[in-house]
């Protein structure tokens, strides 16, 4: 099967039709018409074999998985996702590989409304790039700046999984197929990210690790933040790992969780309680913002750890 005939097969209808896409795929440009009083969000990210995925991965976990990234960015704004884009660098013209690939990638493009408008196909190693572009009401994003000192810090769902997951993957050990889909096929809090906005004073999705991700927030804003460990919704085998090596690692410093991150104003904190958000998606105070710069970890044991910017390399994960 030629290039365009794949294209063509898997990629010219994929996602819901929407009326802000003159022309999708097909042309050598989409026309796209963004709604007035929006601005556009855009991110991009590249998922590359033996790198960001393994290379036995279902193709259909790496479908969802780099759609999935790309639409926690947007979440993490506050923004509806529209449109995306797709490139595509692949060893061979396979389609059964292609085909579930698509399946992943339009079953979690369909549940969020975003349309596939074009994308670029190619010979080489493994790789895929999305690009995603979604809609936030002009002035309304939620940026990383806006933390100001006595912000109550909180997280989405559970820290940790993936990086178990994948910690065990390495070890050679088995992984129950829930640990693994934690890894693979994150789930985007985009739904929550929407409610926050006007809500939350700045927020982030975590891809690289807590520690590392909160600490872009406090440099954007200008502030330091205190959290408070035994606060943390840990799912039993996280909450194991941990205390079995006194080792918090996998919530503060694993990546791939794609919780959302965000401060709170404490007179804002009662509408986060009334969020009405998926009932299997806990939402955890577990800090506060302070004056000053850097994180000051409590342990549930009293011992305080302090960091600067620099300094999570010893809770550097340890696969
Ligand atoms: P051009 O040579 O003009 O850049 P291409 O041959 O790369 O055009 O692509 C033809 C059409 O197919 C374009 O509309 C492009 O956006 C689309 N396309 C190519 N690859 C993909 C892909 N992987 N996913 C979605 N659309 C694609
Ligand atoms: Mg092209």
Not at 125 to 132: A, H, K, N
């Amino acid at each position: 099967m030629s290039e365009f005939d794949l294209i063509r097969r898997y990629f010219a209808d994929l996602g819901p039709a929407r009326p802000d896409v003159v022309l999708g795929v097909g042309d050598d440009c989409a026309l796209l018409d963004v709604p007035a009083g929006q601005s556009l969000a855009v991110s991009i990210d590249t998922l590359a074999s033996g790198i960001h995925f393994f290379p036995d991965c279902a193709p259909e976990h790496i479908g969802h998985k780099s759609l999935a990234v790309g639409l926690s960015d947007l979440a993490a704004m506050g923004a509806e996702p529209a449109w995306a884009t797709l490139a595509l660098t692949l060893p061979a013209a396979d389609e059964d590989w292609v085909r579930g690939f698509a399946v992943g990638f339009a079953r979690l493009a369909n549940q969020h409304g975003i349309r596939l408008v074009g994308g670029d196909t190619t010979r080489g190693p493994l790789s895929v790039t999305v690009q995603v572009q979604g809609f936030v009401p002009s002035g309304a994003a939620v940026r990383r700046d806006g933390a100001r000192p006595g912000d109550a810090i909180l997280v989405s769902g559970t820290l940790g999984d993936a990086g178990l997951a994948l910690r065990r993957m390495l070890a050679g050990e088995a992984v129950d197929p829930e640990s693994r889909r934690r890894l693979e096929c994150p789930e985007p809090r985009v739904a929550l990210g929407r409610r926050l906005r006007g809500i939350a004073s700045a927020m982030i999705d975590l891809s690289d690790g807590l520690a590392g991700d909160l600490g872009h927030i406090l440099a954007a804003s200008g502030v330091g933040a205190e959290l408070e460990l035994e606060q943390f919704t840990l799912t039993p085998w996280v909450a194991e790992a941990v205390a079995a090596a006194r080792d918090w690692s996998l919530p503060l410093s694993s990546g791939d969780d794609y919780e959302l991150c965000f401060c709170v104003p404490q007179e804002r904190l009662v509408e986060v309680g009334r969020l009405a958000v998926d009932p299997s998606c806990a939402l955890t105070r577990i800090g506060t913002i302070r004056v000053g710069t850097g994180l000051i970890l409590r342990l549930p044991d009293g011992e305080i750890l302090t960091t600067n910017g620099a300094g999570y390399d010893h809770f550097a994960a340890r696969p």
